[in-house]
T-cell receptor, first 114, second 113 residues
Framework: DSGVTQTPKHLITATGQRVTLRCSPR?????VYWYQQSLDQGLQFLIQ???????AKGNILERFSAQQFPDLHSELNLSSLELGDSALYFC?????????????FGSGTQLSVL | GQQLNQSPQSMFIQEGEDVSMNCTSS?????WLWYKQDPGEGPVLLIA?????ELTSNGRLTAQFGITRKDSFLNISASIPSDVGIYFC?????????????FGKGTHLIIQP
């Protein structure tokens, strides 16, 4: 158990819909990272928050947004969903801001867009 | 962004065999990381390498940071059934933040009893 909690574990929805994925980092970790994992693209970095503020942005679509709340949990919002958004979405956390620290990954949310 | 070529894509081996996999890049990295992902779980860090030429072991796993800083290797000796999973390399560019950490597409390790 990494200590990172992601909910829900599975999500099935339709095209055009909006969903929210939730992540609780390990106790004491201030950074939260979101990754998208698909079979053909591997693990793609989406966005990082540190202590409530956005720190780094990757290949995140404009239809996607995230935030980190004062209690340090984070939510990833995916809107106007398309079939191609079907993927495994991981949250990871670390103590500080620097990525060559150890990243602890959650078990992921499997999103299926039908 | 940077591209990592991880090979092989998959490996079918017999229990007890040694395993080798590698990652190469056209970019120079200052950190190489190796992760393992079990089915239904997130990646777990196995080994971190911070210096060119560095050789680091974690039990039956040994990883090396290539001298050119553009490649890394992971070896698993005497494989056992619980080694099954997907192994990912990741490289961190000099001065890069979270957007500077690039993952390979993974090596699927399948062990036949």
């Amino acid at each position: 158990d990494s200590g990172v909690t992601q909910t829900p574990k599975h999500l099935i929805t339709a095209t055009g819909q909006r969903v929210t994925l939730r992540c609780s980092p390990r106790s004491g970790d201030l950074s939260v990272y979101w990754y998208q994992q698909s079979l053909d693209q591997g693990l793609q970095f989406l966005i990082q928050y540190y202590n409530g503020e956005e720190r780094a942005k990757g290949n995140i679509l404009e239809r996607f947004s995230a935030q980190q709340f004062p209690d340090l949990h984070s939510e990833l919002n995916l809107s106007s969903l398309e079939l191609g958004d079907s993927a495994l979405y991981f949250c990871a956390s670390s103590v500080g801001q620097v990525t060559n620290e150890k990243l602890f990954f959650g078990s992921g949310t499997q999103l299926s867009v039908l | 962004g940077q591209q990592l070529n991880q090979s092989p894509q998959s490996m079918f081996i017999q229990e007890g065999e040694d395993v080798s996999m590698n990652c190469t890049s056209s970019s120079i990295f200052n950190t190489w990381l190796w992760y393992k992902q079990d089915p239904g779980e997130g990646p777990v860090l196995l080994i971190a390498l911070y210096k060119a030429g560095e050789l680091t072991s974690n039990g039956r796993l040994t990883a090396q940071f290539g001298i050119t800083r553009k490649d890394s290797f992971l070896n698993i000796s005497a494989s056992i059934p619980s080694d099954v999973g997907i192994y990912f390399c990741a490289g961190q560019v000099v001065g890069g933040g979270a957007d500077g950490l690039t993952f390979g597409k993974g090596t699927h390790l399948i062990i036949q009893p």
